[in-house]
């Protein structure tokens, strides 16, 4: 994205939408992205992935109460 980072744009919508559920996905290993903050409750699914990896963290992401 041209003018923030994917982690940026999570941190800034849960602040101001805390029942909002994240799902992240990168390419850079799972130390460095979370080095960088994932907001909590936030999901982390590690490319590459499979159709099927994707709808099982969807689903654990929708399935979290909030």
């Known amino acids: 994205m041209p003018r923030m980072s994917g982690l940026e744009v999570a941190s800034q919508l849960s602040q101001t939408r805390p029942d909002m559920r994240i799902l992240l996905m990168s390419g850079y290993p799972n130390e460095s992205v979370i080095r960088q903050g994932v907001p909590?409750?936030?999901r982390l699914l590690q490319k590459p992935f499979n159709g099927v990896a994707l709808?099982?963290?969807v689903r654990q992401v929708l399935d979290v109460e909030t």
């Open 40 to 42: 909590a409750g936030a």
């Open 55 to 57: 709808a099982h963290a």
